[in-house]
């Protein structure tokens, strides 16, 4: 049983043009990695952020719940934003493959965090 | 089968152009996402999880070779190599980028085929039985109906802001094979006892979080009061149905609101004003709808004896079995071909394997394909001397599970793994369901049974109507598997009974064994069918068997 940290958060959206997962890094910045990913700390900090998102940029931005774990690795407490962060279950397809990102086989394999 | 007229190219094409403006406003800032979205909606393009997705409507479940081959070269090209037929007969690219729809859309019309009318608050894809034109129980092809209401429905001025969706299907059948009482309108085909053709209404059907069976609005709509009687019944509806609250915006609420009898009463007054001022459709168009629903010349083949071939590979009768089925012209059989091989993504079809049944389907099947809404592809006129050389191509291609009907053919929707509104994952269950009993002997021994899976309340899959049907739901961010037994979307229509709490999903199996096992013990013999045994002991010995102990029902 480990305790569980606070909240972070990480901005997220998808891509205007292409519809692919994009995550906040900097002002105007996206990437198409949840590593890359700039979390926040304090919601109200994340949501001045979230209002500055360009529309023209991006669709749909909003706030994912993150944890960080021991090896400062990046994971969203939902499998919602597991899915969007790697790719579908049923094909190796999205970023798992297009971005070798982690699998989510391997984000949501048991293992992971112990 | 129906070909567009100049009219309906140049409708199209214009269609393609204008969203294509309307694409290069929102990437240049003029739109802003709010406006774009309904416009991008009416194209069939939605924005799910990993990507833009794209609807394209089948009108009627009715395709030839060469769209389907243009299908499979927008996959190639534009997709992953693959497609995903829905319950509702149509196809949807998973990968699709908002750049290329411009591009998609003229290569869909190149072949006539298009995405408008997918999405949105408006009258959506007309839905027909599959087996259309070729089922022995047929009074009338319900496409040419359809295709009437196609027509009619597309670009209609006065139905394109509806309160909501509007799904409407036909059948021309005794027996339901188009989910009729669960569609906002359902149209059977049927005789009066004069001898005459005519229409029975239903009305006020769905699914969703609501499932209601609709309610016959007409029992004998003569037709020629089709369309102004249609008309009438849009038009209470956008008159009458909610706006201020989405999940109450479908005509079923207004239906259950104002009473079936009340409605009919505002319909037939309004149909009363109108009716004289509604010219019948043009001879000369309904010749053209008729004439490209006319059936092929069955004469052409040969007299022929299946049942020697069918001695000679065992494989190839254990397909038969499940996926021949008998044809109104008795030189010809129907040919389902199941997109459900186990461990495979239901409803889905590589580009390869659309190939592969567009040509079957031109050499062997009158150039004629059909996808059912059970995510199915059929050959509906096949003659009898074609079969085991189509079985043959098929089952190079991947295509021949003899499963049809049986437990591994399972309707899910893409659930959580692509749907922005999904709770849960569908596709992953469908798999391990199939995987784990949908060998020949398990399925032999459990008989017919059909088990649809949603990922979320909205039951894209069709949930409410499965003999087993699955809900999954978030609990807590985790998911959760809600058990529903009896349901039917045929001319019995139920909804099915929920067993109690749900499951997670790796307890989901195991209780679909129990489910399984309880059936097999309680069943009169093999012949007494997973329904029809539910409908004799009812949903009692199946909870004691999935909630033998209090502290096991926690989930």
């Known amino acids: 049983m480990t305790i569980t940290a606070n909240t972070q958060y990480v901005i997220t959206a998808n891509d205007l043009y292409d519809g692919e997962v994009v995550f906040w890094q900097s002002p105007d910045a996206w990437s198409y990695l949840l590593s890359d990913s700039y979390v926040f700390d304090d919601k109200d900090d994340a949501s001045d952020n979230l209002g500055r998102a360009r529309p023209d940029q991006v669709v749909g931005a909003y706030l994912i719940d993150v944890d960080i774990d021991a090896n400062d690795q990046i994971t969203p407490t939902h499998l919602r934003e597991a899915i969007r962060a790697s790719g579908p279950s049923n094909y190796f397809h999205g970023k798992q493959s297009d971005r070798k990102t982690i699998s989510l086989a391997d984000r949501l394999s048991p293992q992971k965090g112990t | ?555």
């Open chain 2, 1 to 555: 089968m129906y070909q567009y007229s100049p009219f309906d190219h140049d409708y199209i094409r214009q269609r393609v152009r204008i969203f294509r403006e309307q694409v290069d406003r929102r990437i240049a800032g003029v739109l802003t996402e709010d406006e774009f979205k309904p416009l991008r909606l009416q194209n069939g393009v939605y924005l799910q999880l990993h990507a833009y997705m794209l609807r394209v409507a089948i009108p009627y479940g009715t395709l030839n070779s060469r769209q389907m081959r243009q299908l499979a070269m927008i996959a190639d090209k534009w997709d992953r190599g693959y497609g995903h037929f829905t319950t509702r007969q149509n196809i949807q690219f998973n990968w699709t980028k908002l750049k290329d729809v411009g591009d998609i859309l003229d290569a869909l019309a190149d072949v006539e085929m298009h995405a408008i009318q997918t999405s949105g608050n408006c009258i959506r894809n007309v839905t027909a039985d599959h087996f259309a034109g070729a089922a022995k129980d047929e009074i009338e092809d319900p496409r040419i109906t359809a295709e009437l209401l196609r027509q009619w429905s597309t670009g209609h001025p006065e139905f394109a802001f509806l309160p909501r969706k509007f799904k409407i299907a036909v059948t021309g059948a005794d027996h339901d094979r188009a989910v009729t009482a669960f569609h906002d309108i359902g149209i059977g085909i049927v005789k009066n006892a004069n001898g005459a053709t005519g229409y029975k209404v239903i009305i006020g059907g769905g699914l969703g979080r609501t499932p209601i069976i609709g309610s016959v609005l007409q029992e004998f709509l003569p037709k020629a009061d089709l369309l102004p009687y249609l008309e009438s019944v849009l038009h209470i509806y956008n008159r009458y149905g909610r706006r201020d609250n989405k999940y109450k915006a479908r005509i079923k609420i207004l239906v259950q609101e104002l009473g079936i009898d009340q409605t009919r009463a505002e319909i037939d007054a309004h149909f009363e004003s109108i009716k004289d001022r509604f010219q019948d459709v043009p001879e000369h168009i309904m010749a053209r709808i008729n004439a490209g629903f006319a059936p092929p010349d069955f004469a052409q083949a040969a007299a022929y004896d299946l049942h020697h071939d069918l001695t000679v590979s065992p494989a190839f009768a254990a397909w038969a079995e499940n996926s021949v089925m008998a044809h109104r012209d008795d030189r010809h059989v129907m040919i389902s071909i199941s997109l459900k091989t186990p461990g495979d993504t239901p409803g889905d079809a590589s580009a390869d394997q659309m190939r592969v049944m567009a040509d079957l389907a031109e050499r062997f099947a009158y150039d004629e394909i059909r996808i059912s809404h059970e995510q199915n592809v059929i050959l509906p006129h096949v003659p009898k001397q074609h079969v085991a050389e189509l079985y043959r191509g098929l089952q190079a291609a991947g295509l021949a599970s003899a499963n049809i009907g049986q437990i591994s053919d399972i309707i899910a929707c893409p659930g959580m793994d692509y749907c922005a509104l999904a709770t849960a994952r569908s596709v992953p269950i469908a798999q391990d369901i199939a995987r784990r009993f949908g060998d020949i002997k398990t399925e032999r021994q459990i008989g017919p049974l059909k088990i649809k899976i949603s990922g979320c309340i909205n039951a894209c899959g069709h949930h409410h109507v499965g003999h087993i049907g699955i809900l999954g739901l978030d609990r807590a961010g985790v998911e959760n598997y809600q058990i529903t037994l009896g349901g039917d979307g045929t001319e019995d229509a139920a909804i099915g009974d929920r067993t109690g709490p749900g499951f997670a999903a790796d307890a989901l199996l195991p209780a679909i064994e129990t489910i399984l096992d309880t059936y097999v013990e309680h069943r009169l013999n093999a012949d007494e069918h997973f329904l029809a045994c539910y409908r004799r002991i009812g949903l009692t010995p199946f909870k004691k068997a999935l909630y033998p102990s209090k502290q096991k029902t926690a989930a």
